[in-house]
């Protein structure tokens, strides 16, 4: 069972430099999210989607932009890296959004450090 | 805004004893609320959930029951193992954007 499968897990950045963090689930579920982790403190919602095609922003978006060309994929960019986006990404999905009662599935995240 | 508050860490206890990690919200309405566990390294799991007043979610010796009155969820277990190593997460559904909300979590280690 793959579950939430994220790439890299790990990914040093200098200043400037672009890159995208890889999603993908095999669960089939329509809604899917991104989360940044910060030390010591809890999860922030980037961005998330509800199907393929449609996205919208979360809590702190600045500096990040998504797609949702599938239902299985969910990538994160990066165009400027800023030493502030050193964090550890997580990728979620879940089969029904907003207060439902399904939980959301998590990937092992990616640990990102800009320099 | 919704929020979560969680008691402080690190919680350090020895096998056997037993715990508690508090965790009170504010949310619009009754949402679900779950607890997330992260072993070191690792991504989140799920622990277990609770989708209505009073219900109690559970699962491997741990417990937390839906307080409507009080707005809390408090995880507990009677007898912790060195395994139970890990930070744990109270979230509850309350974004803004209908997302879980999360806590900063409560590192807890168990000695042998």
């Known amino acids: 069972n793959a579950g939430v499968t994220q790439t890299p897990k790990f990914r040093i950045l200098k200043i400037g430099q672009s890159m995208t963090l890889q999603c993908t689930q095999d669960?089939?579920?329509?809604?899917m999210y991104w989360y940044r982790q910060d030390p010591g403190m809890g999860l922030k919602l980037i961005y998330y989607?509800?199907?393929?095609?449609?996205?919208d922003k979360g809590e702190v978006p600045n500096g990040y932009n998504v797609s949702r060309s599938t239902t299985e994929d969910f990538p994160l960019r990066l165009e400027l890296a800023a030493p502030s986006q050193t964090s550890v990404y997580f990728c979620a999905s879940s089969t029904q959004g907003a207060y439902s009662n399904q939980p959301q599935h998590f990937g092992d995240g990616t640990r990102l450090s800009i320099l | 805004g919704n929020s979560v508050t969680q008691m402080e860490g690190p919680v350090t206890l020895s096998e056997e004893a037993f715990l508690t990690i508090n965790c009170t919200y504010t949310?619009?309405?009754?949402?679900?609320l779950f607890w997330y566990v992260q072993y070191p390294g690792e991504g989140l799991q799920l622990l277990l959930k609770a989708t209505k007043a009073d219900d109690k979610g559970s699962n491997k010796g741990f417990e937390a029951t839906y307080r409507k009155e009080t707005t809390s969820f408090h995880l507990e277990k009677g007898s912790v193992q060195v395994s139970d190593s890990a930070v744990y997460f109270c979230a509850p559904y309350g974004g803004s954007q209908g997302n879980l909300i999360f806590g900063k979590g409560t590192k807890l280690s168990v000695k042998p």
């Open positions: 949310a619009t309405g009754y949402p679900s």
């Open positions: 669960m089939n579920h329509n809604y």
């Open positions: 989607s509800v199907g393929a095609g449609i996205t």
